[in-house]
């Protein structure tokens, strides 16, 4: 069973540039997840999908950041204008639905760097 | 609101010697925690969980953690670590809920070193 992908694997932009992150969940996984880790600093959270509906993007920066999750399949991450504080880690994870506790399986993430 | 905290960013150990990485969280209601492993170019990794029961967990690769509830801390250790545990070590807690999904939130992880 394939895991989590996730495209590009290292992208670097310049500030004011608009850069899109792609998921691929494993199939049948309900949950979403897109996780950031910024400068060495903690992973946080940004933002879930329950198929293709948003449950909680508390944790999106600013409204420079848009998620989609067409069809319940996978997911993009848009950010536009990108900023230098954008630069980071950005990790995508994936879980089945249903009730009671489900593991989340990252993927191996997606570095930006905005010059 | 929940935190976790990891004092230690960087532990340096030699090989077959024992290891523990310090985990405490804050959290005004139930938890689940968990440890995750990230080895080099690769994606988070679940190591273990405690979700309830026995405070004692054991994960993969020989690593185990305990559950704290008093001290609000869930250690891990390994009692002898190989050149092959080389990674980053991450903390994390949810909030106990029934929806199958949690918001997980991390410490700012550990990176272990062991040295032949």
């Known amino acids: 069973e394939a895991g989590v992908t996730q495209f590009p694997s290292h992208s670097v932009i310049e500030k004011g540039q608009t850069v899109t992150l792609r998921c691929d969940p494993i199939?049948?996984?309900?949950?979403l997840y897109w996780y950031r880790r910024v400068m060495g600093k903690e992973i946080k959270f940004l933002l879930h999908?329950?198929?293709?509906?948003?449950?909680?993007e508390s944790g999106m920066p600013n409204n420079r950041f848009l998620a989609e999750r067409t069809g319940g399949t996978y997911s993009t991450l848009k950010v536009q204008p990108a900023e230098l504080e954008d630069s980071g880690v950005y990790f995508c994870?994936?879980?089945?639905?249903?009730?009671?506790?489900?593991?989340?399986?990252f993927g191996p993430g997606t570095r930006l760097t905005v010059t | 609101a929940q935190s976790v905290t990891q004092l230690d960013s960087q532990v340096p150990v030699f090989e077959e010697a024992p290891v523990e990485l310090r985990c405490n969280y804050s959290?005004?209601?139930?938890?689940?925690l968990f440890w995750y492993v990230q080895y080099p170019n690769q994606g988070l990794q679940l190591l273990l969980k405690?979700?309830?029961?026995?405070?004692l967990v054991k994960g993969i690769n020989g690593f185990e953690a305990e559950f704290n509830k008093s001290q609000t801390s869930f250690h891990l250790r390994k009692p002898s670590v190989h050149i092959s545990d080389t990674a980053e070590y991450f903390c994390?807690?949810?909030?106990?809920?029934?929806?199958?999904?949690?918001?997980?939130?991390f410490g700012t992880g550990t990176r272990l070193l062991v040295s032949p």
């Open positions: 994870a994936s879980s089945q639905g249903g009730t009671g506790y489900r593991e989340q399986y």
């Open positions: 199939s049948g996984h309900d949950n």
């Open positions: 999908f329950v198929k293709e509906s948003k449950q909680d």
């Open positions: 959290s005004s209601v139930s938890v689940y």
């Open positions: 405690y979700l309830s029961g026995s405070t």
């Open positions: 994390a807690v949810s909030d106990w809920v029934n929806t199958g999904f949690q918001k997980l939130v």
